[in-house]
DNA sequence: CAAATAGTGTCTCTAAGACAATATCAC
DNA sequence: GTGATATTGTCTTAGAGACACTATTTG
């Protein structure tokens, strides 16, 4: 802080009307990820992992039944990180584990009810968080599978949730340092511009992939090595070799003396996080 | 945009005011970066490269006379990435090559002129550019040789223009994903929290260095392998061998039949980006 | 034991780092 | 020629990828 304040400063600091200026609304948005399992027929195998993201179904105008993401107004009071914890934590009674800015969404006409910028955000939810928000039909919030891929020169967003389908077609427009952004061709059923938002996000959390560091968020305390490979593997969309794997991320996690059992085979060992 | 618009939805958005809630100031502050040559005496030698960053004099209140980051208030109809450029543009007459968002700088107390959220970004100015704004003392603007380094727990910023010094000392509050953020302990001769803007700008520059794509901002259309070096050396604050160096960029960079000359020493051939 | 996953050993190949040697200019 | 940078060649080493093999559980 300015600790030696004028006479002078003391005089402008109390003329200042900041009312005199016009200003825009902010919000916030989360764009809130997890690695979800889903069940597979064959008892022996284990569960098929997902990358999943958190929507909300509006319940008021503009863009009323719509899906969206979780976020709403900052508050007096609040950083743009707190507002986002609350908001999430509000709509969907989920406690993120990380919080990483992907910058401000601020293209005029983005809102139809006025000057309103968001400051979006990536989080992430573990594995155990994900639990506590259920399936049922009563919930405003559902978590949906995603699929981002290229058609030509579009993208193509895919959500899916039992039989709700989300289809939103986007055209990239800028990519440096990891993170793209899109223009909007077609939303499909998403409010705003969520389908952009979303967007950005995933090119993010794809460069944040790698990252060992990062992987850590989406599962509980204490994991296997090859729950650790299928987020890496779900979040980057390839499939790695489990010696090579073991390898590299060997540096990075402290073996237990847990481990799984009643999985139809070998029982794996639990590791938690180094350090 | 919604298309289908109801009725009831048309009345919703006639009948919402938005001054109904209450709303902070919006500004945009920018982190612009240079790779600057410094004059040696020996006149074979190549001039020395620094990290140079542009701040203005503030020639009021509050934080008159202070140093600041080149910023504004948002206006109605651009967004902030808008801002950011003409920001620059007019309080420095410098074009910037490239603009990444870092994020919202939006703590309680931030600016005593109340509620007043700032967006940062990244900024790199490339060598070009620099040379329209010069040295001479009636510009409010000004070149800052940075340096960053550890003292214990603390952080170190010092920022050096003849004999202008500021030194402003910060604690790392928290790590992820290349951007790490701070804690103000002495803010120097520096206005508001941009200490700690500049200190997380680093960081992020920091994290780019690796990046050859980032590298080229810095130089003009057409360079020497040795300048881009010099570029990332001076970025990630390492030496590196010019054999692995030229070994690593060959696939990014295209030759030209152009070469330097006069420079005391063989000419180096031009090089331009690759595709 | 069969089916599935858990976990290890090792070969190959690539890319990074180190270092040595040669080339070319201005004075 | 001398002193500086420019540019190339190649040896060594660390790490990623591929693949083969062994281990251990449950039904």
Same mark, same amino acid.
């Given at each position: 802080?300015?600790? @030696? ?5 003391? %005089? ?14 902010? $919000? ?12 597979? !027929? ?8 997902? %990358?999943?993201? =958190? =929507? ?12 969206? &993401?979780?976020?709403?107004? &900052? ?14 934590? *509000? ?13 401000? /969404? ?29 399936? !049922? ?11 981002? $891929? ?6 193509? =967003?895919?959500?899916? @949730? ?8 986007? +055209? ?8 793209? *952004? ?19 996000? &995933? $090119?993010? =959390? +794809? ?6 560091? /990062?992987? /850590? !968020?989406? %599962?509980?305390?204490? /994991? ?8 890496? *593997? $779900?979040?980057? @969309? ?34 938690? +996080?180094?350090?």
């Amino acid at each position: 802080m300015n600790n @030696n304040m004028s006479k002078e400063e003391e %005089l402008f600091l109390k003329n200042y009307r900041i009312e005199d200026y016009e200003r825009p609304s902010v $919000t916030v948005d989360i764009a809130s990820f997890s690695v979800r399992e889903q069940e597979v !027929d064959n008892y022996r195998q284990d569960d098929e992992k997902n %990358l999943c993201i =958190l =929507l909300v179904k509006r319940g008021q105008y503009p863009y009323k039944d719509c899906w969206a &993401l979780p976020g709403g107004f &900052l508050k007096k009071g609040e950083s743009v990180e707190e507002c986002a914890f609350r908001e999430i934590e *509000e709509e969907t009674h989920v406690k993120p584990v990380s919080l990483m800015s992907i910058g401000s /969404f601020s293209a005029t006409g983005r809102d139809p009810r006025g000057w309103i910028i968001s400051n979006a955000f990536v989080s992430v939810i573990s594995e155990s968080s994900v639990k506590a928000i259920g399936d !049922d039909d009563a919930s405003d919030a559902k978590w949906f599978r995603v699929s981002f $891929t290229k058609d030509g020169d579009d993208n193509v =967003l895919e959500l899916r @949730n039992g039989d709700i389908y989300i289809k939103s077609i986007l +055209r990239e427009t800028k990519c440096r340092f990891g993170r793209s *952004e899109f223009e909007i061709k077609d939303s499909g059923n998403l409010a705003f511009d969520h389908a952009s938002i979303i967007s950005t996000a &995933l $090119t993010v =959390l +794809r460069s944040c992939g790698e990252n060992f560091d /990062f992987l /850590f !968020d989406f %599962l509980p305390e204490k /994991f296997t090595l090859t729950d650790l490979q299928r987020v890496q *593997e $779900t979040i980057l @969309n390839v499939s790695i070799l489990p010696a090579n794997f073991r390898r590299k991320i060997s540096g990075y996690v402290e073996e237990t003396d847990e481990a799984t059992s009643g999985a139809g085979h070998r029982p794996a060992k639990l590791f938690t +996080r180094k350090k």
